[in-house]
């Protein structure tokens, strides 16, 4: 079965510092998707990656994909505490709309 | 345009009942996806219906169900509810011609007691 893992599970970091969140897969796919998640909140799209060596840019967040390593990374520069959310990634599974999601990473960012 | 809308947006059940969770698709879209979101498992894929015919079903038992109108409105149905089917229930619209990106409805919190 397709797995999606995610790390740290668990993020706090503090206002103006930058870090990254990492996302591992085990399928082929070259198709991946970051969503972010507030409280009590439905999903919503930051970026979706469509091909090896995708790197995509929005705000304060970058998010990249290496196929080959079948890897994702999504970069927080400069954090603010707006971005406080748990941010999942997701790959399809090939067959249609079929999304396999990672574990979720909690992000805290204290003032 | 409008967003992907579900109703009801919370419900409380009792083990044993069944419910139905309605979801209508952004329009234009003809793919709905159906996930269960809880805090041990996650978010995992139920199933998804393209064109009114299921395409895709993840590993649920058999007392999920769910079905799609010809106007792309779906509706997934859960008999005999168990407390572990409480949940944060999410569906997501695309077009659906291909594997592209999922626009998420703002969920059903269905509560069993």
């Known amino acids: 079965e397709l797995k999606v893992e995610q790390n740290p599970l668990f993020l706090s970091m503090q206002e103006g510092k930058n870090y990254t969140i990492y996302c591992n897969y085990s399928?082929?796919?070259?198709?991946l998707y970051w969503y972010r998640q507030d409280p009590g909140k439905s999903l919503e799209s930051l970026f979706v990656?469509?091909?090896?060596?995708a790197v995509k840019q929005e705000g304060r967040l970058m998010a990249s994909l290496d196929t080959k390593a079948r890897l994702s990374t999504l970069h927080i520069t400069a954090a603010v505490h707006d971005l406080s959310a748990t941010y999942f990634c997701?790959?399809?599974?090939?067959?249609?709309?079929?999304?396999?999601f990672g574990t979720g990473t909690s992000l805290t960012v204290i003032p | 345009k409008a967003g992907v809308t579900q109703t009801p947006r919370y419900l409380i059940k009792t083990r044993g009942q069944q419910v139905t969770l309605s979801c209508s698709p952004i329009?234009?879209?003809?793919?709905v996806s159906w996930y269960q979101q809880t805090p041990g498992q996650g978010l995992q894929f139920l199933f998804e219906?393209?064109?009114?015919?299921?395409?895709n079903k993840g590993n649920f038992p058999g007392r999920f169900s769910g079905r799609q109108f010809s106007n792309s409105r779906s509706e997934m149905n859960v008999s005999t509810l168990e407390l572990g089917d409480s949940a944060l229930y999410l569906c997501?619209?695309?077009?659906?011609?291909?594997?592209?990106?999922?626009?998420f409805g703002p969920g059903t919190r269905l509560t069993v007691t």
């Open positions: 997501a619209s695309s077009w659906g011609l291909s594997v592209d990106e999922q626009y």
């Open positions: 399928t082929t796919s070259d198709r």
């Open positions: 990656l469509l091909s090896n060596g």
């Open positions: 997701a790959v399809d599974g090939g067959t249609g709309n079929q999304f396999y």
């Open positions: 329009s234009g879209h003809r793919s």
């Open positions: 219906y393209f064109s009114e015919t299921q395409r």
